[in-house]
């Protein structure tokens, strides 16, 4: 009946709704439910249709987001970027119990065997060892590439699925989560180059590449194509440019994809570099080739070949 009620009028403690039930007694079609005793009456001639409504909210109240939060007994969300999800508990490091006092010889030697058990037991299959060694290392990939969180947890959920499945045997565990990390920044649409992510890996951009196809073809992911304009907010973050050096960076960028063959076969981010010259210069804030080629992780080489293609094709006039 919930699913089809279609007109909700709350009066205190009540809510009367038009849905598609029918009484049995009058042929009335709205229907009162009581939230305080439970009850769901029909508002014409009183009949009680049922008396076992069950709450299935909380038993406390609270005023305050403050105070939901002190009195809510669930634990934090489930996370892929944790190996065991965050479902498993910890025991404490400090020897000390909840009134702060703390333990005697013999109970730190029994909490120490227990704490030394309960870490085994987390890792307890290959499987489990071979993720909580993925997931640190995808931590720390993403602390040094920056990357949110969203990017974060579908590279570890790429990654788990590549492992639970046992498509991915005899593999290097770095190469794997850079893969991983390279194709979750390209489905979110804030691309990363495998030279940026073979900086901070312990493996080769050769050997990233590898893995990458790999985890493709076997998940069988349809990755959009890299577009020179995902690019260009980062590239003007890090330059430190204004906002109208990016609208007009955007603008190039469009009217160079009306002309295909400008587009097909360049690489992205030597065109979005290229872009951000020749805005920068029309908008009378200069950068120079070099700070831009270190930006986007390119050679000035192609920053001018490409800046010569675009003032060219697109008969931009450029300031003397």
Not at 104 to 113: G, L, P
Not at 187 to 193: E, G, Q
Not at 229 to 241: D, E, S
Request: aromatic share 4%; charged share 30%.
């Amino acid at each position: 009946m919930a699913s089809n009620i279609n007109r909700t009028e709350k009066r205190g403690n009540r809510a009367r709704s038009k849905s598609g039930f029918t009484c049995s007694e009058c042929g009335g079609t709205e229907v009162v439910q009581d939230l305080e005793k439970g009850e769901r009456i029909c508002a014409q001639c009183g009949l009680v249709i049922s008396d076992h409504r069950i709450d299935t909210g909380p038993e406390w109240r609270a005023f305050t987001a403050d105070e939901k939060d002190a009195r809510s007994r669930t634990g934090a969300p489930t996370n892929y970027a944790i190996h065991d999800k965050g479902l498993s508990t910890m025991i404490d490091w400090r020897d000390h119990d909840s009134q702060g006092k703390r333990f005697t010889a013999k109970k730190r030697s029994e909490i120490y065997r227990l704490r030394k058990w309960q870490i085994r037991t987390r890792v307890h299959s290959s499987v489990d060892r071979n993720l909580a060694q993925a997931m640190s290392e995808l931590d720390r990939l993403a602390s040094q590439l920056g990357l949110t969180r969203s990017i974060k947890e579908l590279a570890a959920l790429l990654y788990r699925k590549l492992i639970i499945r046992r498509l991915a045997r005899s593999r290097s565990i770095d190469a794997m989560v850079g893969a991983a990390i390279y194709a979750a920044c390209r489905l979110r649409i804030a691309p990363r180059s495998l030279e940026e992510i073979s900086r901070h890996s312990r493996v080769t951009k050769k050997k990233i590449g590898q893995h990458y196809r790999l985890l493709v073809e076997k998940l069988g992911l349809r990755m959009p194509v890299s577009e020179p304009a995902n690019y260009v907010p980062r590239f003007i973050t890090q330059l430190g440019l204004p906002g109208k050096v990016q609208r007009r960076v955007l603008e190039i960028l469009e009217e160079a994809k009306k002309q295909r063959s400008l587009i097909t076969g360049r690489d992205p981010r030597g065109l979005a570099a290229a872009a951000i010259y020749i805005a920068s210069i029309l908008e009378d804030s200069r950068v120079t080739q070099r700070d831009i080629a270190m930006a986007a992780g390119v050679t000035e080489v192609t920053v001018r070949n490409r800046y010569k293609e675009l003032v060219r094709r697109l008969n931009i006039t450029m300031a003397p």
